[in-house]
């Protein structure tokens, strides 16, 4: 379903997607709203390096912010780089919002501005030493582009002839550079990430609700790599923990939109739905 203009809340399409958010209504002290950032609070770009927050996103996250027991945003990206893109350092009424970076492997607490983190996985370096190489001798490197992510390294094609072709032709010599070095593959819309493995927003996204004994969690996504994250969802309910999960709507992941109690128009639709529910709360 396409979220609804005005200040109607749209309807999930499931039972439980509906029970998830009755219950965020109810007791919305309670509540975790948990977002991905790029395509999610941010549209997708050629270069992810210029990526930004839609500009209504914190005018909504704050007004919802104070309302509910925590806004959580949940990204592959390096937390310091999801929160200088999504401009959330020292904005008014995120006082309470956290920056899971890397799958949450870093966290960025708004109280104190600081990051946390553990060592980085050493094989990250190494695959993203012989990458170069490994994309010239594919004859791949026209199109393609990396992305330094600090604790993981990505392939994009999104910039090549034909991305979807380029990035067929990565995934097995990726995956056997993984492999050589203890990590895994991630695939997303036209790009292939190499991390280290136990690393996911499903993980991220229970253990931060356990944290802080969520009674109701909404997530927002919009990649595969956000898949883990509903089914840490499904996970939640099936214990009796009410959760809604919304799809930032794109035609090139159909699997998120299938499995999704409610469907939006992409960031403006997620943006469009925080600032609406924000208002429903009063």
């Known amino acids: 379903m396409t979220g609804s203009t005005g200040s109607a809340l749209p309807t999930p399409t499931t039972a439980p ?7 965020i209504l109810a007791r919305p002290g ?9 395509g999610t609070l941010a549209p997708i770009v050629a270069d992810p390096e210029q990526a930004r927050a839609h500009p209504e996103a914190l005018t909504a996250l704050a007004a919802l912010a104070p309302k509910v027991a925590a806004v959580a945003v949940i990204t592959g990206r390096p937390a310091e780089v999801a929160v200088r893109n999504g ?15 890397h799958y949450g492997a870093e966290r960025w607490d708004a109280r104190s501005g600081e990051v946390s983190a553990p060592a980085p996985h050493p094989g990250v370096a190494a695959a993203r030493t012989e990458l170069p190489e490994l994309l010239d001798r594919l004859g791949a490197s026209q199109g393609t582009w990396i992305e330094e992510k600090g604790r993981a390294v990505a392939v994009h094609t999104r910039r090549a002839a034909d991305p979807q072709a380029a990035l067929d032709s990565l995934r097995e010599p990726l995956a056997g550079l993984a492999h050589r070095h203890g990590l895994i593959v991630e695939p997303g819309r036209m790009v292939l990430e190499l991390r280290p493995p136990g690393m996911d927003k499903g993980v991220a996204l229970t253990g931060f609700a356990r944290e802080i004994g969520a009674g109701s969690v909404l997530f927002a996504g919009d ?3 956000d898949l883990p994250a509903y089914s840490a969802v499904d996970k939640l309910r099936a214990d ?7 799809c930032s709507g794109s035609a090139e992941v159909t699997e998120l939109r299938e499995r999704a109690d409610l469907v939006v128009d992409g960031p403006e639709g997620v943006v469009r739905l925080l600032g609406t529910l924000a208002a429903r709360l009063g």
Do not use: S, W, Y
């Not at 997607?17 to 219950?23: F, H, P, Q, S, T």
């Not at 401009?87 to 956290?98: M, Q, R, S």
């Open 240 to 246: 009796g923990t009410p959760g809604l999960l919304v």
């Open 87 to 101: 401009g959330f350092a020292d904005a008014p009424g995120l006082e309470h919002l956290v920056v899971l970076g």
């Open 30 to 38: 309670k509540a975790l709203i948990a977002l991905d950032f790029d």
């Open 223 to 225: 990649d595969l790599g």
């Open 17 to 23: 997607g509906r029970d998830g958010l009755d219950a």
